[in-house]
T-cell receptor
Framework: AQKVTQTQTSISVMEKTTVTMDCVYE???????LFWYKQTASGEIVFLIR??????ENATVGHYSLNFQKPKSSIGLIITATQIEDSAVYFC??????????????FGLGTTLQVQP | ETAVFQTPNYHVTQVGNEVSFNCKQT?????MYWYKQDSKKLLKIMFS???????VNETVPRRFSPQSSDKAHLNLRIKSVEPEDSAVYLC????????????FGEGSRLIVV
């Protein structure tokens, strides 16, 4: 069975620093898709960034970047120059194959990030 | 900017009642989903529809039934709610059934008393 594991339950950092959130996954697929989402205090889940397994270059969007280590089945999220409003729960996710081309998105348990002033 | 709209955002009801949640997306996507998020923040898929066809049906109690009138709408009906149905129900959509990104609505919180 495919699985997404986030071992860090919560992290607290000072504003303007860099934080890395860990995520490891298990899959038998040769091609797969990895995502990071953020859930704000209001409950809204917002897509942040994605990495397709066949791409060697780490994805970067604004102050979010990924550390994709395929041999280790690891997809870490790096947030540089953190801001107070980055405080949220961060979910790692993977599109898991159901059958044929159909895939469902499965999530890790999330990491709560607290950015302190 | 939200493009996946859910109603109601919040609902309190008694055990045994029927509840319906509605979801509409304006992204032009062809695939829609219902997820359940429990009190521990665990997100689990319940159903997925592609062009009004059910394509993913996880093991959920029979009292849950999805309904899709067209590819932009996916509703969720719960007949005879139970206390364990208290959760946040999140609707999402994507283009295609494979690797594309899911976009979520703001969620519908259900409290069963």
């Amino acid at each position: 069975a495919q699985k997404v594991t986030q071992t860090q339950t919560s992290i607290s950092v000072m504003e303007k620093t860099t934080v890395t959130m860990d995520c490891v996954y298990e899959t038998q697929d040769s091609s797969y898709f990895l995502f990071w989402y953020k859930q704000t205090a209001s409950g809204e889940i917002v897509f942040l960034i994605r990495q397709d397994s066949y791409k060697k270059e780490n994805a970067t969007v604004g102050h979010y970047s990924l550390n994709f280590q395929k041999p280790k089945s690891s997809i870490g999220l790096i947030i540089t120059a953190t801001q107070i409003e980055d405080s949220a729960v961060y979910f790692c996710a993977m599109r898991e194959m159901v059958t044929g081309n159909t895939r469902k998105l499965i999530f890790g348990l999330g990491t709560t990030l607290q950015v302190q002033p | 900017e939200t493009a996946v709209f859910q109603t109601p955002n919040y609902h309190v009801t008694q055990v045994g009642n029927e509840v319906s949640f509605n979801c509409k997306q304006t992204l032009g996507h062809d695939t829609m989903y219902w997820y359940k998020q429990d009190s521990k923040k665990l997100l689990k898929i319940m159903f997925s529809y592609n062009n009004k066809q059910l394509i993913v049906n996880e093991t959920v109690p029979r009292r849950f039934s999805p309904q899709s009138s067209d590819k932009a709408h996916l509703n969720l009906r719960i007949k005879s709610v139970e206390p364990e149905d208290s959760a946040v129900y999140l609707c999402a959509s994507s283009l295609g059934i494979s690797g594309n990104t899911l976009y979520f609505g703001e969620g519908s919180r259900l409290i069963v008393v």
